[in-house]
């Protein structure tokens, strides 16, 4: 019975079957999975006062549970850690993420279950989220207003005080990046037109004289901003508050420095869920901190559209025309043969490889020579012959240049051929048929390839980090400063920061939740853009499927 | 001028004629754009390999008489090979003009400062640029010919001067104040050591110390003496730059010094070098001052370094080269390469690279006896004393470290044991030798992608087959794009995860997978078998192709079981920790980013590309063929075997074929999912560094042009030939399919 059975082959369907439920399951939890790793970073979570004493000296720890793992006893004894009179084969072990970073030796630490005596959320305990050194967590005693200490009411003051230094912090921030940088821009180039007129031997005591007034103007105006900036930065040096830590000392807290802070232990489900959408809304807006480490990714956010935008700019031209070559144009020969076999291998030659060409031809040839034609000035410091986001942006457009051309020509092959011959039949050429009929019919299908180059493009790293991305860019390649784009500069990329926070990174157990953040972040809009294109193209489909009858 | 509306007007339509041949030139030339952009990849990449297999040349620039040719000592030439510089027996230091402009002209002379007459000279290792005249009174002074650059109205302009790194009073060498026969001497940061032989047949060690008089200011020499006991003739001297060895050559006895302490000066090995009727003729070091070049009369030239033996470590012979048979034969050695070279009394220059075996270039320079040679600080050019003749060569040697053979043989490196496949190939020191073999690399590479491949395979097939064939079109509608959706999953990702979350939970449950690899196939079988079993009422109310949405409850608490019991599994057969288990009991060493970490998650990024290529190729395959067979009576799973399976055969295998080529191509999975270190281990639990993660951690620190990143550009090279290959036969073979399906 059972032998028959399996002779009949039924056993290896389910086999079979079995490989996809795998599949399935891997592609949804994986899913899943960053989901909610990503998104449960921002929720604030319990702050939990810890007494302990057993295996380590009696004390208190403050802090979050961030993970929770079982551990064999028999390791834990081979460890050293005496655990006589414990019963069960495995014992739970806390992570707890205690933050003050620059009083305690760990902002991490782990915590068996068996040192902990009780376990108490005080509704009064206070996170506070700093510009420098991470989470602060304690006990609010005073709140210092211009040297003034207030006991009254301390939470709210503390909270106008902490908008009140936050809204100085983005004056100061604002006038630092804005105008100051616009300042600093303006001298460096005059320093390079100064080097301009010296090299073309054109540097005559007129042009110096100009030159210095300018430069007495930009610098006469530094002055004055610099004043502003000072009188900005020692305003909102004004306020403080002390906060008492875990050992139970009074840590005096510049408000500068904060943040944020809240009471999670205080909160309700909205209040919570207000906090949670403020945390999300930072996250995206916010420039990166501490190495990466903490903060928001918009630079990388910035970063990434701005290069996929300007190589989708490069790439639909050169795709479609291709495809229409090889839908509406090529004839049956060995051109058209060698055409082909080049658009399937442009598809699957690795993408690092594409680093190394855009790095060595890119960077090097083309951008070392427009430096020698057109940027001579500015030597030795390179300008275009240096790693920068139109080498990247131009590196990935032939990366995703298959992908347009077969995307549209797919849509060129479902536009039946009635149209065309019509169209011809009533006299057009047939430059003006693709212009004025196929074109239009297929932009769909062009526009599901941009989408699908864009999604590629979006995730690749590994070419990037030969032809432009850093981990760190201190301005943006879109900025005030003409002429407003800068193509030749660095930038950053959000997969490129996954890549580079996750492994590169100091501290990679504070920065584990905001890589996951960013990771969702990522595979968010690629997805997104894939079913898209999913959906134009599927939508085209019923289109012209109702055209042929 | 009225124009008739009913006549066709000829311009308007000469200018559309026109736009529609622009568009179609235009569009056209699009097209082969396509091809050209993967021709210009093809060929710039080889564009800049290719110099790294071509030969070395030597040209002659030009030559100029000296007037006192057997007067001359030492010679050397300043980096930008403008002026060269010649040492006199006397003590006088002549600068001439060698570029081409003014070849030739004579500069000007300086006299060295010495305080008693000549009796010895001596050289320091190329890259020191040192010389040292040896005394009749028993001492020493260290010159350095320098020059000082300006740029008086935008020129170049050099002006000699020579410097005295120890300052102008010479070292005493000899206590006894015997003249100096011959010596070796090192100067380098802060340690100063001369060995000579004095005129009285003594050889001695003697280390100088600079010591600031606390009082007065003034620098005070501790010199450390040691007599070395030597027997016979002595012919030659020589010290290693950072003066932890001393080399006396005896006739063809080597006796080597360790003088790392020189209060505590040991003879560490007499080597016995000679061959059979050969005598030693010269001796020379070699860049990095690790290995010994010996030269003997019957023209051949070996390699001699320490290696690892029982005995502790010892010199031994590793290499040697045939040169021409001359009674005179000397070696001069480059500033930081492991390049050599010969020259001989019959005028001939020979150049080697021992590292890579090669014998790079052989010619005539002169017709008599080449009496001595100095290398160009970029080993560009080079001086050489002949014929009572000073004769400039240029050199072209960018790239001896590569051949085919330091690619991809086994080459025995300095200081290690024996041959081998390394791969190491930038280090802080200027004379580290490179060690540039691809093996390791490339293994690393088919490593990975065979891992990758064992797991994604099996699974992408069958669920590309169950999807195809058995599945209900509507369950199909859905599972196919979001199993395709994973190919547009980041590999950044990917790694991430694999590095971050699955390393750590393999390192911590690897029982579970151990476990799952045998679970899943008996429960799923368990769980079929079941079915059967269960009344037909209930099975007939579930449709049929629906077994893989069955089984997703069946998969997941099996995962779970697996996992729940890791922990027992690992207490009760592994002693609690399998890591230890492991190490202790099998041997093995446990990375945690290991191949099992990179198979499962690359294996994951190629199941996409493979699941959806095969299964098009299963779907396509003509329904009345499968029909046929089930009319016949064969059994759906006979006919998907023996019927369907064998026609989709060849889209199966194109589909495979993407797979591997995707898998030999990622960068980021390998990246952060292994340790990246080059070793050549079979085992699931170590690492490995492949060809394209190699190129992504090296290529931002490689400096253009040279070797390393020419070997990056093979190693891209590489790559892209071998996903070419497989793209190519993968796409024809589809093609192929396609044809044969519309013919059905």
Redesign the interface.
Known sequence: M?KQ?FK?????????????????????G?LA??AWKGLSFFWPSQVVQFELDGSVTKQTVIGEVYDR??V?K??LE?MGVDLSGFEK??LERLLIKTGNREYVDLDFRWVLETDIKSKTTPADLAVFERSKNGNFYGYIETVIKDGQVITDNKKQVLEELVDRAVDLNDQAADLQDGDIGHINYALERLRLQEKSYLLDDALTDERVAELAQQRAALRADYLVLEKQLFALRNQAKRDKVTVKDMRGESVTIPLYQVLDFWLPNDMGFFAKLGHYFVQLGKFISDDPREANTEGGVFPAIFGTVFMVMLMAVIVT??GV??A???H???AKNA?TK??R?????????????????G???FV??LGGSLDQLFYPEAAPSPVFGTPGVMWSALTLA?LT?PVV?VSTEEGLSRIPSTVRHGSLALGA????T??RIIVPMASPAIMTGLILAV??A?????PL??VGVVKMAPTLPLDGNFPYFHLDRKFMHL??H??DV??QSPN?EAA?PL?YAT?FL??SV??TL??TA?GIRNHLREKYRSLEH | MTSNPNKPSFNTDRSRLFKDRFAQYSITAGGIMVLIALLLIFFYLLYVVQPIFESADVETRDSFPLTNAEQIAGLGVEEQTEVAFLLTKAGVVDFYSVEKQTFGKKLTSLPVKLDAKVSSFATSAPFQGQYAYGLENGSAVIVVPKFLVTFPNDKRKLTPRLDYPLGELSLAVDDQGAAIAQFAFSHYEEKTAIVAQTVDKRVMFSSFIAEENMFTGEIEWQVERTELDVEGRIDQLLMSPDTTRTFVRTANQIYIYDTRFPSDVELIQVLAANEENANLVSAELLAGANSLMLANDNGEVSQWFEVNTDDGREYQKIRAFETAKQDKLDIFTEFYRRTFFTTSSNGELGLYYTTSEAKLWQGKISDGAIENFAIAPRSNAALILADNKLTVVDIHNEHPEVTWSALWQEVWYEGYPEPGYIWQSTSASDDFESKFSLVPISFGTIKAAMYAMLFAVPIALSAAVYTAYFMSSELRKVVKPTVEIMEALPTVILGFLAGLWLAPLIEEHLPAIVGLLIMLPVGIIATAYGWTKLPAGIRHRIPEGSHSILLIPVVLLIGWLAFAMSGAIELWMFDGNVRQYLTNELGMTFDQRNSLVVGIAMGFAVIPTIFSIAEDAVFSVPKHLSNGSLALGATQWQTLVSVVLLTASPGIFSAVMMGLGRAVGETMIVLMATGNTPIMDWSIFQGMRTLAANIAVEMPESEVGSSHYRILFLAAFVLFIFTFIFNTVAEFVRQQLRDKYSSM
Do not use: D, H, K
């Open positions: 059972v059975w009949s082959g039924s056993p290896w369907i389910w086999m079979t079957g079995g490989a996809v439920s795998i599949s399935l399951i891997s592609v949804l994986l999975m960053i793992e079982m064999p028999s390791r081979a084969e495995q031209p050169f025309v291709a229409i070559y090889l509406e144009y090529a051109v060698m055409i076999i080049a658009v399937i291998n442009l598809a699957g030659v690795p993408s690092i490889v594409y680093g190394v060409f790095l060595g031809f090097y040839v032939i240049l051309i050429t047939q430059a003006e693709l212009w999604a590629r979006a995730g690749e790293v590994a980090m030969l997969g490129f996954i890549y996750g492994f990679v584990r890589v990771a990522l595979v690629i997805i894939n079913i999913i």
